[in-house]
């Protein structure tokens, strides 16, 4: 499975709860995360504009959300994929296709509607809730 930057950040920074069960699928080892170094850059700079961004934190705050990422980053699989789709709107986003393609990848989970209509000649984009509607909780995976 391929995790889109968005997912990391709802259930880190957002308290988005099918974003925080996914990456907790992740964490307890029930399925496999695929990453490229592209996609694992995308997420690390998000990851701090967000810990940048005018607030104060204090180092804790900081240091608690990043040794999460950290912790699932190295439980993923990281893979070379060539750069080969290129039907999504925002081109930055084939990465995420390509990653599934050369993983081999059963889904794609993003909040990005716009992976959507790309997923119709690829890999399916699913969000976290239809995910674990559909691939985890009714197969019971």
Same mark, same amino acid.
């Given at each position: 499975?391929?995790?889109?930057?968005?997912?990391?950040?709802?259930?880190?920074?957002?308290?988005?709860?099918?974003?925080? %069960?996914?990456?907790?699928?992740?964490?307890?080892?029930?399925?496999? /995360? /695929?990453?490229?170094?592209?996609?694992? $850059?995308?997420?690390?700079?998000?990851?701090? /504009?967000?810990?940048?961004?005018?607030?104060? &934190?204090?180092?804790?705050?900081?240091?608690?959300?990043?040794?999460?990422?950290?912790?699932?980053?190295?439980?993923?699989?990281?893979?070379?994929?060539?750069?080969?789709?290129?039907?999504?709107?925002?081109?930055?986003?084939?990465?995420?296709? $390509?990653?599934?393609?050369?993983?081999?990848? $059963?889904?794609?989970?993003?909040?990005?509607?716009? &992976?959507?209509?790309?997923?119709?000649?690829?890999?399916?984009?699913?969000?976290?809730?239809?995910? /674990?509607?559909?691939?985890?909780?009714?197969?019971? %995976?």
């Amino acid at each position: 499975m391929v995790v889109d930057t968005n997912i990391f950040i709802n259930a880190i920074f957002h308290g988005d709860i099918y974003s925080q %069960r996914v990456l907790q699928l992740i964490a307890d080892g029930r399925i496999r /995360l /695929l990453t490229t170094e592209r996609i694992e $850059d995308e997420i690390l700079q998000v990851h701090i /504009l967000h810990v940048l961004e005018p607030r104060r &934190l204090s180092l804790e705050q900081v240091k608690r959300p990043f040794l999460k990422l950290l912790k699932l980053l190295r439980m993923a699989e990281t893979i070379s994929a060539p750069q080969v789709f290129n039907a999504c709107v925002d081109p930055d986003d084939n990465k995420f296709f $390509d990653c599934a393609i050369a993983g081999h990848a $059963d889904y794609i989970i993003s909040m990005n509607s716009d &992976l959507g209509t790309a997923s119709k000649v690829a890999v399916p984009v699913l969000s976290p809730w239809q995910f /674990l509607q559909e691939a985890i909780e009714v197969s019971g %995976r």
